[in-house]
C-alpha cells in the first residue's frame, strides 16, 4: 500500500515538474518573438520608415504579459517624431498613431499635433496675407491631415478668391460656396468681404452677395451634398445585392438587374402592361417558366 502511494506521490510531482517545464517553455517562445518583434520595429525606426512601422504596430499580435515591451517602444517612436517636428506624419497618419501608441505616449503627442497645428495655419495666413500664392499652395499640397479643418480650408480659398477676378458674382459665389456663413476663424473679416462684395453692383448683374444670399448658398449646396450621398449608397446597396444575386436562382423582391445577374439571366421575351395602377411584365423564359414583376420588383414565378 505504501509502494502504490509513493507511486502515485512520484508520478503527480512528476507531471506537476512537466506543467511546469511546459509554462516555462511557452513564456520563453513569447520573450523570444516579443524580442523579435521589437528588433523590426527598432529598425524601422532607425531607417524611418514610419508608414511600414505603423503597419507592423497595428498588426502586432503579441501576448499580454509582452505589451510592455510593444509600450516602451511606442515611448521611443513618439519622442522621434516629436523631436523631428514631424508634424506633417503625424497630422496625416492621425486617428492610425492614436490606436497603436498608448494613451500616455498619445497624450503627448496630442499636445505636440496642437502645436504643430497652429504653427501651419500660422504659416498659411502669413503666405496668404503676402499674397504669396505658391507658398500658399505648397503648404495646401503638403498638410493634407488639414484638409478638413476650416480654418485652413477658408484662408486656401480666400487665396483662390484673390487669385480671380474678385469683383465679380463668380468669385463671390465661389468664395461663399466654399466657406460657411457661420465661418468665424482666421481673416473673417476679409473673407466676409470678399463674399459680400459690392463693387461688381449693377442692374445688368447678379448680386451682391447678400448674408441672406450666402446662408441660402450654403443650405442648398448641404442639401445637395446630402442627396449624392444618400444616392452613392444607394448604388452601392443595389450593386451589392446584383452582386449577390450571381449564380443564384431568382427570388421574390428582386429587381430587374438582380434577376439578370442571377442564373435566370435575360429573358427570351418581355410582355408588357402598362395601367393607371403601375406596370406589370412577364419575363419569359421557355420550358415554362415566367417571371412576373410589378412596378419593378419581382412578385411571382412560373417553373
Given amino acids: 500500500m505504501i509502494k502504490i502511494k509513493h507511486l502515485v506521490l512520484a508520478l503527480g510531482f512528476s507531471l506537476l515538474l512537466s506543467g511546469c517545464n511546459s509554462e516555462k517553455t511557452v513564456k520563453e517562445e513569447n520573450e523570444i518573438r516579443a524580442e523579435s518583434e521589437i528588433l523590426a520595429l527598432e529598425t524601422l525606426l532607425k531607417e524611418k520608415k514610419y508608414e511600414d512601422l505603423l503597419v507592423k504596430l497595428e498588426t502586432l499580435d503579441l501576448p499580454e504579459s509582452e505589451t510592455d515591451k510593444v509600450d516602451e517602444f511606442s515611448i521611443k517612436f513618439v519622442d522621434q517624431l516629436i523631436s523631428e517636428n514631424n508634424y506633417t506624419f503625424i497630422s496625416s497618419k492621425y ?113 451682391p452677395i447678400t448674408k441672406t444670399d450666402w446662408n441660402y448658398i450654403e443650405s442648398e449646396y448641404q442639401r445637395n451634398l446630402n442627396t449624392m450621398i444618400i444616392r452613392k449608397e444607394e448604388a452601392r446597396v443595389r450593386d451589392e445585392k446584383i452582386e449577390a444575386a450571381r449564380g443564384m436562382n431568382p427570388t421574390l423582391g428582386m429587381t430587374y438587374d438582380e434577376v439578370k445577374a442571377s442564373l435566370w439571366g435575360e429573358p427570351i421575351d418581355i410582355n408588357r402592361t402598362v395601367t393607371v395602377y403601375g406596370s406589370y411584365e412577364q419575363w419569359v423564359y421557355g420550358n415554362g417558366q415566367y417571371l412576373y414583376f410589378e412596378d419593378g420588383i419581382l412578385t411571382s414565378f412560373q417553373d
Fill in 95 to 207: 486617428y492610425r498613431i492614436r490606436s497603436a501608441v498608448s494613451r500616455e505616449n498619445w497624450i503627448k503627442m496630442e499636445k505636440f499635433s496642437k502645436q504643430g497645428k497652429e504653427l501651419v495655419l500660422d504659416e498659411m495666413e502669413q503666405a496668404v496675407r503676402n499674397k504669396d500664392f505658391q507658398k500658399v499652395q505648397e503648404v495646401y499640397d503638403n498638410e493634407k491631415g488639414l484638409h478638413d479643418n476650416d480654418e485652413f480650408l477658408a484662408m486656401y480659398n480666400y487665396a483662390l478668391y484673390l487669385q480671380t477676378d474678385q469683383n465679380s458674382y463668380k468669385a463671390s459665389g465661389a468664395l461663399a460656396l466654399a466657406v460657411d456663413p457661420e465661418y468665424y476663424g482666421r481673416m473673417k473679416d476679409e473673407i466676409i468681404a470678399g463674399v459680400t462684395n459690392t463693387s461688381y453692383k449693377s442692374p445688368l448683374s447678379f448680386g
